[in-house]
């Protein structure tokens, strides 16, 4: 008895499980079959050159804007790092939490602009890589543009408008006795 009833608890999970070939081969499917696979950098930039149609001249010129491109944003990115790890520096001091807004307020104000010199310098080098390309590329690289602008629509719907942070519902004004239809006593 002390051996049947384990079985009949095994047996009624299999039945259960609908699956009654649980003896078969199993299942071949990858587990990360839901995950997006992205191509890599490399994949990508052939891609793009494909795409484009670039002579061998123009990828090496490409590749050297991108580079200098690089060179040139590499100080201020670590700048930004830098910068980032002192607001986490901030938080961890002690002063008045006053001074520490302001501390944070005026590190942010000079994050936005290295940001702004580093989309300068992206700027720069997207109009020297333009240069590089004849009117059919630049039509197809703006055809390119405005295919990635729609995908990212498609991907991140706008937000509605900011309509202020208004009064939380538990906050809301309710009558303690919400009003009812008068009772009639004498004509029922």
């Known amino acids: 008895m002390k051996k049947v009833i384990p079985l ?32 890599s950098k490399e994949q990508m930039r052939k891609q ?20 200098k491109g690089r060179e040139e944003m590499r100080p201020i990115m670590m700048k930004i790092e830098v910068k980032h790890q002192e607001i986490e520096t901030v938080k961890l001091t002690k002063m008045t939490e006053r001074a520490q807004k302001e501390r944070i307020d ?6 936005k602009e290295l940001e702004k010199q580093a989309q300068e310098i992206r700027k720069k080098n997207s109009q020297e890589f333009e240069s590089i390309l004849n009117k059919k590329q630049k039509a197809e690289l703006e055809k390119m543009k405005s295919e990635g602008r729609a995908r990212f629509e498609q991907n991140h719907p706008p937000r509605p408008p900011f309509a202020g942070l208004g009064t939380p519902g538990f906050l809301m004004s309710k009558p303690l006795f919400p009003q009812q239809p008068p009772m009639d006593f004498f004509n029922k």
């Open 48 to 67: 793009f050159e494909q795409r484009l149609n670039l002579t061998d001249k123009q990828k090496a010129k490409a590749k050297a804007i991108h580079q």
């Open 8 to 39: 009949l608890v095994c047996a009624t999970v299999l039945i259960m499980s609908g699956n009654t070939t649980s003896f078969a081969a199993p299942d071949t499917t990858p587990p990360n079959s839901m995950m997006v696979q992205h191509p």
């Open 106 to 111: 005026q590190i942010n104000s000079e994050i």
